[in-house]
């Protein structure tokens, strides 16, 4: 069974940094883009990050540029989301989801997500 | 940024009857090159996370129902339930992944009449 599970959320004070982690089980990780989409409370979804299988390609939403960072363990099946310098607004659901083996953009299995808090 | 946006924001249909929920592109996500609409639909049942159920704006992700469809291109999208059921209570979303960032519509609530 196709599995993503989030971790690592919490609450965190602005400006500070959080690392969120996704493990992956049940197929071949290394054959898949990964992305992050996260939602905040009451909200719709908001794309924040992707990276290819090989991580040779990272794209981030304008919003979290240079403030987090997307990579990925192929030896441990698993994708982080590092965050730092926080703003209230990035308080939201994350979550982890696969792409597509066939085009990685479209993400057919999505974790439960993990809650990042931001406030003082 | 390619603004999507979804009409209308909640929907209420009686069991049995037709749902309809269109989504619009700022700009064509149709490529020219494949002749593909890079367009994906997601419903995100209450409490869950998202579940994808279209994507190449027609072709029918896994296990979904054929009671669902999807069609149009270009920048003007319609997702169809012919036949409510209970279940398919939902946020509703279309999203373009034709150009980054990969931005969703504002979503669809659908509820039972």
């Known amino acids: 069974e196709v599995q993503v599970v989030e971790s690592g959320g919490g609450l965190v004070q602005p400006g500070g940094s959080l690392r969120l982690s996704c493990a992956a089980s049940g197929f071949t990780f290394s054959n898949h883009w990964m992305s992050w989409v996260r939602q905040a409370p009451g909200r719709g979804l908001e794309w924040v990050a992707n990276?290819?299988?090989?991580?040779?390609?990272?794209y981030y939403v304008d919003s979290v540029k240079g403030r987090f960072t997307i990579s990925r363990d192929n030896a441990r099946n698993s994708v982080h989301l590092q965050m730092s310098s926080l703003r209230v607004e990035d308080t939201a659901i994350y979550y982890c989801a696969r792409g597509l083996a066939s085009f990685g953009y479209v993400l057919d299995n999505w974790g439960q997500g993990t809650l990042v808090t931001v406030s003082s | 940024d390619i603004v999507m946006t979804q009409s209308p924001d909640s929907l209420a249909v009686s069991l049995g009857e037709r749902a309809t929920i269109n989504c619009k592109s700022s700009q064509t996500v149709l490529h020219s090159s494949n002749n593909w609409n890079f367009l994906a639909w997601y419903q995100q049942k209450p409490g869950q996370s998202p579940k994808l159920l279209f994507y190449?704006?027609?072709t029918r992700g896994s296990g979904v129902p054929d009671r669902f469809s999807s069609s149009g291109s270009g920048t003007d999208f319609t997702l169809t339930i012919s036949s409510l059921q209970a279940e398919d209570v939902a946020v509703y979303y279309c999203q373009q992944y034709y150009s980054r960032p990969h931005t969703f519509g504002q979503g669809t609530k659908l509820e039972i009449k």
């Open positions: 990276i290819k299988q090989d991580a040779g390609e990272l």
């Open positions: 190449w704006a027609s």
